[in-house]
């Protein structure tokens, strides 16, 4: 059985992926706090979802694969993703770690996003 914190994460990744703003708005709370992989955080669902929006519109022929989802004991999860975008010069594929902080109302209190960077060329 999967956890609630799990679930409201993979919800919550299917709907982004999918660009469904009505169901990414539903798994998050008015609170959520995004902790940027590069300090680009942002509080608050509004500015969030502003800034998703804007995000994946930029995005030429996205997908993302989601490979593992891990439940922690403390009401997080963490799941590891692959995040493909199409560029000129072919496929670019980010490979990431998400880290979902589950509040008492089952919606998304805290992202943490990690990203595995490229060794240099």
Do not use: N
């Not at 902080?101 to 060329?121: C, D, F, M, N, T």
């Amino acid at each position: 059985m999967m956890s609630p914190a799990c679930s409201v994460a993979i919800r919550y990744l299917q709907a982004l992926a999918r660009q469904d703003w009505d169901e990414v708005a539903a798994c998050l709370a008015g609170g959520v706090l995004r902790r940027g992989p590069f300090g680009d955080d942002f509080e608050g669902d509004e500015d969030y979802l502003s800034f998703l929006k804007r995000t994946m519109l930029s995005l030429p022929g996205y997908k993302m694969d989601i490979d593992r989802v891990t439940g922690l004991h403390d009401g997080r999860a963490m799941v590891e993703l692959r995040e493909t975008v199409h560029m000129e010069a072919g496929p670019l594929v980010t490979h990431e770690c998400l880290v979902f902080e589950v509040g008492p109302e089952g919606l998304l209190e805290e992202i943490s996003v990690y990203i595995r960077q490229a060794p240099e060329a």
